[in-house]
């Protein structure tokens, strides 16, 4: 006799309604660990089809779910429990908040009924992450769980990504939810989930200033990269005969292996020689980079006032805050990109390359021969010069905000386009780029995977 089968049942715990939520946006990992007031929520795991990746705390969890979603182009979750759990969480929210990197951290709580009577790891953790997160949410009732986890999936995907943040009590994740409305749209669990396209008036005023450009140059900080916009981006630099320089962020928008890349320019990176090619361009095409202090080196390179400044960013806040604008362009990078490509019709400019190849030859001559020294201690560039030799061109290297990430900025060659090197730079908290690199692995494990820290950084998170 045959078993009949059972339908599902008509409400859901909160706690299984999360992980339905989770689910519905393509979540496949979680990074965290586990306290009492997450119970409810292991349990919901369990047999869930969620792999949870056990962490030795918060911290890390939080950095692990950033490098994640740096090479996968998908939320980065990261769950910890109530009190010391939000706290640790911190550092890893505000750096991915800040580097435009959507990563969701789910903190457990004490109970709705619990609060203002001195409960343990009572925490006001609304309050707590307002200022460090792009949105979050302190949840009263489990009825609210779909509406405020669609909220949160779409405010990290769209528009400049950022972190978000849900606080779950301990009575909301055992309430009742409704199965029917439990519902999501995947399209939100990746970005950017929702591309804007640039005015087209601003387009073609910024094809006139290119026209009129003789020597053009892109500066790419992460956008390009999240946005995926890198073929529009080498389509278009072949067009005018622009170089194409980056932000530490913004390697990876171009092969830097091309004739047509400059790499990185700034303070942390940068060097005399790409100094140069920032400060002949007589029109700079900042993509999706903020052209903040490092980048710019304190904003004297490229010097206000000496060339046109056409800026492309998802931000309308972006433009216009550090250097005058000839063009603002709001909007995705690919979008933009794509847009400029076709107000310049078949424009095809007959560039010459000789200055970035003499640049890069002086460049690399200096530090060819530092990797070659047998000195000790060992020379970073020697480091360097190895780890790129023995490295496949897919591997992903993820470097350390203090002595590596200078180095390896400046001459460590990414071969390819897309995130295959990295660093928090942001806020350059050390101990970063072991558990980023171990998020990393777990989103793309065909490839091998390299942190890169010193001393310092090590100590900060050998557990």
Not at 21 to 36: A, N, Q, T, W
Not at 313 to 328: E, R, S
Not at 369 to 378: R, V
Not at 386 to 399: F, P
Request: aromatic letters at 6%; proline letters at 6%; a neutral charge.
């Amino acid at each position: 006799m045959n078993k009949p089968v059972e339908s599902p049942a008509a409400t859901l715990t909160g706690a299984q309604a999360v992980v339905e939520m989770l689910k519905g946006h393509g979540v496949e990992v979680i990074f965290g660990l586990c306290g009492d007031t997450s119970l409810p929520l292991y349990d919901a795991f369990f047999d869930s089809g969620i792999k949870h990746v056990l962490t030795r705390d918060e911290r890390h969890a939080a950095y692990m779910a950033d490098g994640y979603a740096r090479v996968t182009g998908k939320v980065g979750v990261c769950e910890g429990p109530s009190g010391g759990g939000a706290t640790y969480l911190l550092p890893g929210l505000v750096e991915a908040n800040e580097s435009s990197i959507p990563i969701l951290a789910l903190n457990t709580d004490v109970s709705v009924s619990s609060r203002g009577k001195f409960t343990l790891t009572e925490l006001d953790q609304r309050a707590l992450m307002k200022p460090l997160t792009k949105w979050n949410a302190v949840l009263d009732r489990s009825v609210d769980i779909p509406r405020v986890f669609r909220a949160a999936f779409e405010q990290m995907t769209s528009g400049r990504p950022g972190s978000a943040h849900i606080a779950l009590p301990f009575d909301v994740q055992n309430g009742p939810v409704e199965r029917a409305d439990v519902w999501a749209d995947p399209s939100l669990g990746a970005y950017p989930s929702r591309r804007v396209a640039p005015d087209p008036s601003l387009v073609e005023l910024a094809a006139k200033l290119v026209r009129k450009s003789k020597h053009p140059l892109f500066i790419c900080g992460g956008g390009v990269v999240l946005s995926r916009a890198e073929g529009e981006l080498a389509d278009l630099a072949e067009k005018i005969g622009a170089p194409v320089a980056t932000t530490i962020s913004g390697k990876g928008s171009i092969d830097e292996r091309s004739a047509r890349a400059v790499g990185v320019v700034g303070s942390n990176g940068g060097t005399p020689q790409t100094r140069a090619i920032v400060d002949a361009a007589d029109l700079v095409i900042f993509v999706g980079c903020r052209a903040g202090s490092v980048t710019t080196e304190r904003w004297r390179h490229p010097a206000p006032g000496k060339a046109r400044i056409i800026h492309i960013d998802i931000d309308p806040a972006v433009p216009g805050t550090n250097y005058a604008v000839d063009v603002p362009l709001v909007g995705d990078a690919k979008l933009c990109l794509s847009a400029l490509d076709e107000a310049l019709g078949d424009l095809r400019v007959s560039d010459d390359l000789s200055r970035v190849a003499a640049m890069k030859a002086e460049k690399f001559e200096a530090f060819e021969k530092l990797a070659a020294s047998n000195d000790s201690p060992i020379k970073p560039e020697r480091v360097v010069a190895t780890l790129s030799k023995l490295l496949d061109d897919d591997a992903i290297v993820v470097a350390d905000p203090g002595t590596p990430c200078p180095y390896f900025s400046a001459y460590y060659t990414v071969k390819g386009t897309g995130r295959r090197y990295f660093s928090n730079r942001a806020h350059g908290a050390l101990g970063y780029s072991l558990a980023a690199a171990i998020g990393a692995h777990f989103g793309r494990p065909s490839v091998k995977t390299v942190a890169v820290m010193c001393d310092g950084s090590f100590g900060m998170c050998a557990g």
